[in-house]
Every structure is written in C-alpha cells, then in structure tokens.
DNA sequence: CGTACACCTGAATTATTGTTCATATGTACA
DNA sequence: TGTACATATGAACAATAATTCAGGTGTACG
C-alpha cells in the first residue's frame, strides 16, 4: 500500500507544492534502475579503461588485461558485466575474441565525464 | 617495480603494436579514479532521483527525502557525496539548506545516460 | 580423435558501499 | 538562555561488488 502524500507531509513536509510537483517529474523505478546500472557499470576504474582502450581500437581479452594491468578472467568478468549492459559488443575470429564498444553514447558519456573531472 | 611490456608479452601477449599504442593511449591513473568516482557516484538509484529531481528545481534535504522515498540521514549522507564529487551545490536560508546542480555537464550525462537507456 | 589455446563461468573470499541508529551541530525564535 | 527544528556525522551492520582460483567451453589444427 502507498502512502499518499499528504499522509507523509503531515508530519515532516516543508514545502508541499515542490515536492508535488518533483514527484510527478520523477522517472519510473525502472528506467531510473537501468540507468543507475549503466553509470554503475562505468563507474570502476577497470572498466572505465577497457571502455578507454576499446574507444581507440578492438582488443582481445588477452590484449586487454594486458592494458588494464589485470587478469584475464578479472577483465572477463567485467567484460560480461559490460556487454549485459550494452556497452561493448565482440566479434570472433577464430579462438580470438574481439572486443569494441557498442554505442556511440558510451564514448559521449566518456567524454562528457571527462570535461566535468577536467573542471 | 614496473614490468615491461616486452616482459609480459613474450608469454600472454597477442598484438604487441596494438597494446603498446592502447598504452600510449590510457589516461593516467588520477584521472581514470576520478572519472570512476564520478561515474560511481551517477551509480545508484537513490542519488540520481536526487539528482533527477534537482534537474528541476532546488530541494531541501526534507523535500528530497520524501520525494526519493529514504531517511532523511540516508538522504544527507548521499549528499555528502554528491557535495564531495561537485554534482551538487547548496545554500543555506536560515535553519533550511537547498540543494541544487552544481554543474551542467551532471543534465547532460543524466540525458545522454537516458537516450542509451531507451535504445 | 586429442592437444593447445583463448576465453568463460561458478563459488569463495575480500573489499566497498548503503542504510540505520544514536548523537552532534547550527540556526531561529520565544 | 533554552527549546525546537533542519541537517550532519560516526560507528555498526547488512548488502553488493571485485578478484581469485579451479575448472569448463569452443575452436583450430596436427
């Protein structure tokens, strides 16, 4: 059962109308859940720099835990977390793997973040 | 001590030129951890309501702590990350503080974020 | 076939993170 | 000064996440 608004500002509510009017501006659980997931995911310095090193070329996992200065099955586990996610796809060839990114929104995202850490 | 590449590729590398240019490549460790704070900090479903709800208009940590459906202390804590990280800022008016933005890149990643999120 | 190699996966361990609870700070106002 | 209220904070606990270790796939090639 939810509670209504007015139940709740009863008690510790300031100001009624903004949080009125916040609460119909907010998004859905859900997408609000998956987006979170998505930051989540980029939000790791291993990962950060397997999406680094992919924004310039595809790599293979052995390449790439060369890179990023971890195991391999360190970096292929995060690779599974970043293609569930959406943020890398791979091709194969052969017994090699190749990874790269899969959305032009990822290297955006990146550098956006950039800008912001950059002051 | 560092390892040279040469080192490590004699036994595990496959593409040498290639991860010697993705290591010339890579940013350096600082700002990588910075950019994973950032990221992590856009990594949970509570602060990017605050955040979200922000993007609208300035709360006080009472509006935010109804709107976002969480403790008012769970609220100042996360606050105090997105203070910490620059994603908010906040003025004082009397016993009330308003939180707000603090940056536009932080409604740019939030929109971009979305337009990945809905395909 | 069977071996070699690139990669994946599950379980266990350790490290991080989010929330709660109790208490502290700072401001307004009687 | 004392009380009320909005917010902040530290410590503790519970939930999640990252890494390691020990196998397990799938492909190539003799």
Redesign the interface.
């Known amino acids: 059962m939810t509670q209504s608004?007015d139940d709740?500002?009863q008690v510790?509510?300031?100001?009624t109308e903004?949080?009125e009017?916040?609460?119909q501006?907010?998004?859905q659980?859900n997408?609000?859940?998956?987006?979170?997931?998505?930051?989540?995911?980029?939000?790791?310095?291993t990962r950060?720099?397997i999406l680094?090193?992919l924004q310039?070329?595809e790599?293979?996992v052995?390449?790439l835990?060369?890179?990023v200065n971890s195991s391999?099955s360190a970096v292929s586990h995060q690779l599974r977390l970043l293609r569930t996610q959406?943020l890398v796809k791979f091709r194969r060839d052969g017994k090699?793997i190749y990874y790269s990114l899969d959305?032009h929104?990822?290297g955006?995202?990146?550098n956006?973040?950039?800008?912001?850490?950059n002051e």
Do not use: W
């Open positions: 608004l709740i500002c510790r509510c300031i100001h903004k949080v009017k916040a609460r501006y907010m998004l659980d997408i609000i859940n998956s987006l979170a997931e998505l930051f989540k995911c980029m939000g790791d310095p950060l720099k680094h090193a310039q070329q790599l293979c052995c390449d835990s060369v890179v391999e959406k090699v959305d929104h990822i955006m995202l990146f956006q973040g950039l800008e912001h850490v």
